[in-house]
């Protein structure tokens, strides 16, 4: 198959947030995000989100960079010639350093597109064989206990398979006691965001009496050795985030047993093709995976979706219900969830409708960059 992409539309979103999320590096009231729409000679469009936010502190990416990276580099690459699989972008963005989440962004747009043009829906189109998916949920750090429990009831009574509830110094241990008292059975696990440091051990190694699923980022996100360092010391799994940008940061955190569970996040990695190569290196390992969240609106939320149909994700992930977060998603139907599951939809590509109303309610502005004559 070949693709020929006519022009490339980047926009610039901003959606607010049904309530405040906070984590140990920050409050999030409202997500700017970029939507990129490809569009091929038929007129068929494939749609990507990018997954930055507005300011660096999840990692060095942030909305403006990634439309700095995605306008000046990575469209002019996408368009010079046709496309054949959408894997050929990593070899042609493999000049351009890091920089995944705006990398991902418009490979996730080719993905679908492609997807659209085989008539398969994306899940299939990356080999996944599931038709549901089980999911979590991911709580911020609420101002009081009493709030997070409250929190907590209301979305175990929902069904999600799983709670992840983010920790910080000084609102850790406490914290997960009283939230083991008052669900003793729930799968929990708590995430760190790189807010401790090794001088921590002793009070990391305390939430090993909880029964934890697994701590999330406990350290530093370039910090692979003293990850392993930690682990030892620990009952309570690690899973690494931040720390795993590639299938290299992957392979070299298993080899070192700086972690027993990878967390794969699409946008961090730099695309699906990425994404299912740490995937399956991991079920070579032994080592089981789940897919993280970033406060995605439907399109990111949607590849979310596909990407967990691969069979090594066998931990809930954080793709929650568009209700959770936002008063109106941006695709049709919304992403729902019913007795913590997410079926998996069968339409070609990601299986949701753009609604194209909404994309315009929340676009602040846009651009549209056309295939040159002669590429």
């Known amino acids: 198959m070949t693709i020929n992409i006519e022009y490339v539309i980047l926009r610039h979103l901003q959606m607010e947030l049904k309530a405040p999320f906070t984590t140990s590096f920050g409050t999030f009231q409202r997500k700017e995000l970029i939507l990129v729409e490809v569009v091929d000679r038929d007129g068929v469009s494939g749609w990507g989100e990018s997954v930055a936010f507005s300011a660096p502190w999840y990692s060095e990416e942030t909305v403006k960079t990634n439309w700095h990276m995605l306008e000046d580099f990575l469209v002019p690459l996408a368009l010079a010639e046709p496309i054949h699989h959408p894997e050929e972008l990593s070899k042609r963005f493999s000049a351009i350093r890091q920089n995944n989440m705006a990398k991902a962004a418009l490979e996730g747009a080719v993905w679908d597109l492609y997807a659209k043009r085989l008539g ?3 899940s299939q189109a990356l080999g996944g064989t599931k038709k549901d998916i089980e999911v979590g949920v991911s709580i ?3 101002p009081t206990v009493a709030d997070l429990l409250q929190v907590m009831e209301r979305y175990v009574v929902q069904g999600y398979r799983r709670i992840k509830v983010k920790i910080k110094p000084g609102w850790d241990v406490d914290v997960i006691r009283d939230v083991r008292r008052a669900f003793p059975d729930v799968p929990l696990m708590a995430d760190a965001n790189s807010a401790y440091t090794l001088a921590d051990a002793d009070r990391l190694k305390a939430l090993d009496e909880f029964g934890l699923l697994m701590i999330e980022q406990p350290l530093a996100a370039d910090d692979l050795v003293d990850h392993a360092r930690l682990q030892p010391l620990l009952q309570t799994p690690i899973c690494l985030d931040e720390s795993i940008r590639s299938y290299d940061d992957a392979r070299k955190a298993l080899d070192l047993g700086s972690c027993r569970i ?7 990695v730099g695309g699906l093709g990425e994404a299912k190569r740490i995937h399956d290196l991991c079920a070579e ?4 995976v789940w897919c993280g969240g970033m406060l995605e609106a439907g399109v990111g939320r949607a590849h979310n979706i596909a990407i967990t149909t691969l069979e090594n994700f066998t931990l809930p992930g954080d793709t929650a219900a568009s209700s959770h977060y936002w008063e109106r998603d941006i695709i049709t139907p919304e992403v729902e969830v019913h007795g913590g599951l997410i079926r998996v939809p ?3 590509g990601i299986g949701y409708d753009v ?16 295939r040159t004559a002669t590429a």
């Open 346 to 348: 069968d339409a070609p």
């Open 262 to 268: 990878i967390n794969i996040k699409i946008g961090r």
């Open 285 to 288: 390992r032994g080592a089981p």
């Open 120 to 122: 398969v829906p994306l």
């Open 355 to 370: 609604d194209r109303r909404q994309v315009e309610r929340y676009t602040q502005f846009a651009k549209v960059f056309h």
């Open 140 to 142: 911020g750090i609420q």
